[in-house]
Every structure is written in structure tokens, then in C-alpha cells.
Nanobody
Framework: QVQPVESGGGLVQPGGSLRLSCAGSGFTVENFAIGWFRQAPGKEREGVSC????????????YYADSVKGRFTISRDNAKNTVYLQMTSLKPEDTAVYYCAADPLLFRKCSFDSSQYDYWGQGTQVTVSS
């Protein structure tokens, strides 16, 4: 069964850092486009970052929402079958449940359209507060 598994959330002070992990359970993350989304209380789910799968040219292309650009970094560790979201300079408005999602269609560029992703993790809570 294909199941992304998130971990790494927690409570952090403003300006702090966290690294979220998305491990592939039942699938190889190298072959999937991976997206990170978040949903804050009372708000719609929004795309945060995503990374492509596919051919050599686009394999490592990554995309970021304007609100996190320069602060968040997405990366793959194929040996660990895991995608990471490194979050720095965290702000209270980053508080949300963060979800990892996987798209199995090869060579389709990742996006922040949640309907593109077939598989979703259970989410991990990130709270930024002093």
C-alpha cells in the first residue's frame, strides 16, 4: 500500500527551524513527484513546496510558495527513500498541519494543485509560538 509518512513536526519559537520528513511506505519516492501542503485552522489547504520526478533535466527542479521562498528547502535522499522539507526562520503564520503527497505519474511536473496527488500522509503539526 502506497503511504507517505510524515514526521518531524513540533513546537518551535519564531525564528527557529524544523526539518520535516516524508518517508515512502510501499513506494519509491524517487519515482514520484512529491508535494508539501499545509492547512491552518479555519483556512484552506495550500501548497508549500514540491519537487519533480522524471528525467535528468527536471529531476531536481523544486518549487516554493512565495510565502516560504528563501526560508524553506525541499530535498530528496533516495538512499533513505525520504523527501525532506527544511524550514528556517519560522514565523507564527507557518503554524499548520503539514502534509506530504505523492504523484505517481512520471514526467508530470509537480504543482500546488492538490488534485494531482493520489497519495497523502496523515499530517504532522507544526506550531510556531513563543
Amino acid at each position: 500500500q502506497v503511504q507517505p509518512v510524515e514526521s518531524g513536526g513540533g513546537l518551535v519559537q519564531p525564528g527557529g527551524s524544523l526539518r520535516l520528513s516524508c518517508a515512502g511506505s510501499g513506494f519509491t519516492v524517487e519515482n514520484f513527484a512529491i508535494g508539501w501542503f499545509r492547512q491552518a485552522p479555519g483556512k484552506e489547504r495550500e501548497g508549500v513546496s514540491c519537487i519533480n520526478n522524471g528525467d535528468d533535466i527536471t529531476y531536481y527542479e523544486a518549487y516554493y510558495a512565495d510565502s516560504v521562498k528563501g526560508r524553506f528547502t525541499i530535498s530528496r535522499d533516495n538512499a533513505k527513500n525520504t523527501v525532506y522539507l527544511q524550514m528556517t526562520s519560522l514565523k507564527p503564520e507557518d503554524t499548520a498541519v503539514y502534509y506530504c503527497a505523492a504523484d505517481p505519474l512520471l514526467f508530470r511536473k509537480c504543482s500546488f494543485d492538490s488534485s494531482q496527488y493520489d497519495y497523502w500522509g496523515q499530517g504532522t503539526q507544526v506550531t510556531v509560538s513563543s
